[in-house]
Each structure stands twice: as structure tokens, then as C-alpha cells.
């Protein structure tokens, strides 16, 4: 059972940069879709960003393009959130998923998050003002 594992969470200021990662194990991951969401306390889970298998197809959040870039390592089972310019507004728990069997890939089909069957178990994610 593949298992994703995120890591890269912690507390900055607002204006810095973090970046995370979620790791896969159990199996290979690269012809996965790949998504980060991320949920603040009293909110709904928010689509954040998501990459396609190869990772040349990616979509993002209007709240956070521009800012975040989203990218993967297939030969290290490794996704990333390479997030710029935090503002307090970002503060949330971030999440990891994987639609682990694509017929294809459209960035506003996998902004939902009933589109993955894996989630991580999160990281959290504090900017303060």
C-alpha cells in the first residue's frame, strides 16, 4: 500500500519561503497524479496545486500562483511545494495525494480532492504577520 509522507512544515514569517516534500513508498509513483491541498482550522480542504505523471503539466490555485511551484522526482518518489512569499493567509495544514491510476490529466478535473484514493498525513504550515 503506497504511503505518502509529508515533510518541510514549520513556522517562518511572512514574505519567507518553505519548501515541502512528500515522499512515496510501497510502490512507484510516476505515473501518478500528484496534488497538494491544504486545510486551516474551521475551513474547508483547499486545492493548492497539482502535477501530472511527468510532471510537465501543472495547475494552481489562483490564491497561491505566482508564489507556489509545484514539481516531482519520479526517481526519488518525491513531490514538491516550493512555496515564495508566504503571507499569514497561507497558515494551514498542508497534504500530500495521489490519483494512483490517471487515464489522463486535467488540471481542473484534479482540483477536487475526491479525485485522489491517497492522502498523506500532513504538515503544518505557520506564517506569521
Known amino acids: 500500500q503506497v504511503q505518502l509522507v509529508e515533510s518541510g512544515g514549520g513556522l517562518v514569517q511572512a514574505g519567507d519561503s518553505l519548501r515541502l516534500s512528500c515522499a512515496a513508498s510501497?510502490?512507484?509513483?510516476?505515473?501518478?497524479?500528484m496534488g497538494w491541498f491544504r486545510q486551516a482550522p474551521g475551513k474547508e480542504r483547499e486545492f493548492v496545486a497539482s502535477?501530472?505523471?511527468?510532471?510537465?503539466?501543472?495547475y494552481y490555485s489562483d490564491s497561491v500562483k505566482g508564489r507556489f511551484t509545484i514539481s516531482r522526482d519520479n526517481a526519488k518518489n518525491t513531490m514538491y511545494l516550493q512555496m515564495n512569499s508566504l503571507k499569514p493567509e497561507d497558515t494551514a495544514t498542508y497534504y500530500c495525494?495521489?490519483?494512483?491510476?490517471?487515464?489522463?490529466?486535467?488540471?481542473?478535473?484534479?482540483?477536487?480532492?475526491?479525485?485522489?484514493?491517497?492522502w498523506g498525513q500532513g504538515t503544518q504550515v505557520t506564517v506569521s504577520s
Open positions: 502535477i501530472s505523471w511527468n510532471g510537465g503539466n501543472t
Open positions: 510501497g510502490r512507484t509513483f510516476s505515473r501518478d497524479v
Open positions: 495525494a495521489a490519483n494512483k491510476n490517471p487515464s489522463f490529466y486535467s488540471g481542473s478535473y484534479y482540483q477536487y480532492p475526491n479525485r485522489y484514493d491517497s
